[in-house]
């Protein structure tokens, strides 16, 4: 069985998407998430109950803002279904998801992001072309950084793959090990240049989530093992 490296911090979400697939994965963190002061979080939860539509783009942002539920009646417009479902667990009303990422969701929501004044809470390291087209769209809007992701470096733990959503996950992983003997699988063209630097990733994920990627990655190995 192949062993494959999450390096997420979320091994307890992310893990049961390789294990469908027949992969065994091994909880390999890379990064450490650190929140915004409370002061920025205070100004997200405000934006967010003033604004005409919020736009989410991690479940990690649902869990940071409102850990406990209670999401204001404010229209939610997601990135893809497990953000989605984040949103609709706290409570908010989700009104459009995206299927493939931020930028399928500029594609599908222009309209409905243009006529409205949006608040998007998000992480440091949002690929910047993408922020920079949301503020051509929107002409009310109000962003915070509510976390960043500290790249941290990883246990020598034995695999045979290693995945990455993130560049910090990139840069936490080399801080201790490199790309040596191990097929290297990516979620999103930063990440995939993060990588890309060093080496060509043998598997990028066609849609933006660990599913998309375990079943790539798992058809990547049939062939070539």
Known sequence: MTRVAITTDRFDFVAPEYVGFGLEPAAVPCVDVVAAGEEILTRALEAASDADLLLITSARTVELLWPGGGMPPTSVV???????????????????????????????????????????????????????????????????????????APEPTPVDAVVFASPSAVTGWL???????????????????????????????????????????????????
């Open 78 to 152: 997601t990135v893809g279904p497990r953000s989605a479902a984040a949103v609709e667990a706290a409570g908010g009303r989700v009104v459009v998801t995206g299927r493939s990422g931020l930028a399928d969701l500029l594609d599908g929501a222009a309209d409905e992001l243009g006529a409205a004044r949006v608040a998007f809470p998000h992480a440091a390291g949002t690929d910047p072309g993408l922020v920079a087209r949301l503020r051509t769209l929107v002409s009310d809007l109000e962003e915070q950084v509510i976390y960043r992701a500290v790249p941290v």
């Open 175 to 225: 801080l201790a090990r490199g790309f040596e003997d191990v097929v290297v699988g990516v979620i999103g063209p930063t990440t995939q240049a993060a990588v890309g630097r060093h080496r060509m990733p043998e598997v990028v994920a066609p849609r933006p989530s660990h599913h998309s990627l375990a079943r790539a990655l798992t058809s990547y190995l049939e062939v070539s093992v």
